[in-house]
Each structure stands twice: as structure tokens, then as C-alpha cells.
DNA sequence: CGTTTGACGGTCC
DNA sequence: CGGACCGCCAAAC
């Protein structure tokens, strides 16, 4: 996948959809396919994400410890959580359990 | 164009 | 285990 084109921001959404139910990404890992800017820059376009039309299952994207640490960010906390056990992931005290398991790295889409 | 702002990551203590 | 710091860098103001 060769997106490149939009701003970086457009980039992180895409990458965010593209990530299949069921499996989680990390910030980390998006900014190191985007090869760009830093786990920051994806955190703080996900926060943009929700102002936006596009769904983007800012759920499915933790931090490199596997925590739910953009929780707070929803309209009810305990929402990311909801969803994505809603999928299958099992969270336990704001952990996704079998992180390494469920983790899921952008660069899937290349193969 | 300088300053502020982050849903991170890693290190240090 | 958790708090304090620093580095990262695009976008909004």
C-alpha cells in the first residue's frame, strides 16, 4: 500500500481502518510504517479522527504496552473497552490480553 | 514564523 | 510500581 498524498493525518486514518476486528495496532506501529513522525503524531491525529466523518476504530489502536491508554478520550471510558471485546478482544483492567497475539502491524497491508 | 499541544515511548530513579 | 523527564514532530493558533 502506497498511500502518501494526504496529509499525515489521512495516512493514520486509513492505516486505522485497515485494521481488521478482533485485532488491535499500536501508535508505535503506525508511526513506523508511516515511517514519518512519531507515536505521538498518531495519537493526536486520533484524537482529530473522532471530529471527522470517517468511523475510524480509534478502539482497535493502543499504546505499545497493550493498554487502553486513549480510553479516556471517548464519550463514555469504558466505551473502547465495550468495543472491542465487543470483537473478541478481551480486556482486563485496561490490558488487551494476548496483546502480542492480537497485535496486528500495518505492514500486512504490504503483503 | 514562534509557541503550544498532544490518545506515545523509553529511560531514569 | 509510579512519577518525572526528555525526545519525537505535525498541525493549529
Known amino acids: 500500500m502506497s498511500f502518501r498524498a494526504k496529509s499525515y493525518y489521512e495516512q493514520v486514518y486509513m492505516i486505522t481502518e485497515q485494521i481488521p476486528e478482533g485485532r488491535v495496532s499500536t501508535y508505535g506501529a503506525i508511526a ?9 503524531m498518531v495519537g493526536y491525529a486520533l484524537g482529530q479522527s473522532n471530529k471527522m466523518n470517517m468511523p475510524v476504530p ?37 490490558k ?8 496486528w502491524h500495518p505492514q500486512e497491508l504490504d503483503v
Do not use: C, I
Open 96 to 103: 488487551v490480553v494476548d496483546f502480542k497475539e492480537l497485535f
Open 58 to 94: 480509534a478502539h482497535r489502536v493502543v499504546n505499545r504496552n497493550g493498554e487502553l491508554t486513549g480510553r479516556g478520550h471517548f464519550k463514555p471510558p469504558s466505551m473502547m473497552q465495550k468495543l472491542l471485546e465487543q470483537e473478541g478482544v478481551k480486556v482486563k483492567k485496561d
Open 32 to 40: 513506523d510504517y508511516l515511517a514519518l513522525g512519531s507515536a505521538r
